[in-house]
T-cell receptor, first 114, second 114 residues
Framework: EAGVAQSPRYKIIEKRQSVAFWCNPI?????LYWYQQILGQGPKLLIQ????????DSQLPKDRFSAERLKGVDSTLKIQPAKLEDSAVYLC????????????FGAGTRLSVL | AQSVTQLDSHVSVSEGTPVLLRCNYS??????LFWYVQHPNKGLQLLLK??????LVKGINGFEAEFKKSETSFHLTKPSAHMSDAAEYFC????????????FGTGTRLKVLA
């Protein structure tokens, strides 16, 4: 079974530029999550999708971050414009969304904002 | 509100000696608890989970954890450390209803000395 795929693995941009990350969840997983992991910290949930609807985006900085999951499968996370403090690893995870709620994580995208 | 505290940010053990990574949780509901491991430049991998069945949970790679409600703890142990166990470990609490949101601890970095 293929795991959660993310691209790119690494991205370096300058502040005020824009960047986009892509995630393909495990086939059949209805729930998709985007996390931000700053160095030395645990992952922080940015947004949670159930199929193509948003369940929780309370921690998403909506003035600069946006995310979509148009067909209920792939998802993209965008930052525009980027700030220095956005330097982090962005993790995508997926789950079946049932009570067991085991989340499966991708390898992440490491973003450096200069 | 749910929260989790990992009591040690760094743990060093010698190869072949026991491992103990400590985690305390706070939850208003009957919690589900997980331990994940993150190797450098890799995604998070599930080690084990507790979901109100047996209080002693066995996971992959020889790890196990014991749920102690009276102590609100879920410590991770392994009888004999291997060099390949060196990684970051995260304790996670989640509710058993609603959006099943993950709340991560800050992580414990395990170093294994030869």
């Amino acid at each position: 079974e293929a795991g959660v795929a993310q691209s790119p693995r690494y991205k370096i941009i300058e502040k005020r530029q824009s960047v986009a990350f892509w995630c393909n969840p495990i086939s059949g997983h209805a729930t998709l999550y985007w996390y931000q992991q700053i160095l030395g910290q645990g992952p922080k949930l940015l947004i949670q999708f159930q199929n193509n609807g948003v369940v929780d985006d309370s921690q998403l900085p909506k003035d600069r971050f946006s995310a979509e999951r148009l067909k209920g499968v792939d998802s993209t996370l965008k930052i525009q414009p980027a700030k220095l403090e956005d330097s982090a690893v962005y993790l995508c995870a997926s789950s079946t969304g049932d009570a067991k709620n085991i989340q499966y994580f991708g390898a992440g995208t490491r973003l450096s904002v200069l | 509100a749910q929260s989790v505290t990992q009591l040690d940010s760094h743990v060093s053990v010698s190869e072949g000696t026991p491992v103990l990574l400590r985690c305390n949780y706070s939850s208003s509901y009957s919690p589900s608890l997980f331990w994940y491991v993150q190797h450098p430049n890799k995604g998070l991998q599930l080690l084990l989970k507790y979901t109100s069945a047996a209080t002693l949970v066995k996971g992959i790679n020889g790890f196990e954890a014991e749920f102690k409600k009276s102590e609100t703890s879920f410590h991770l142990t392994k009888p004999s450390a291997h060099m390949s166990d060196a990684a970051e470990y995260f304790c996670v609490v989640t509710t058993t209803s609603g959006t099943y949101k993950y709340i991560f601890g800050t992580g414990t970095r395990l170093k294994v000395l030869a």
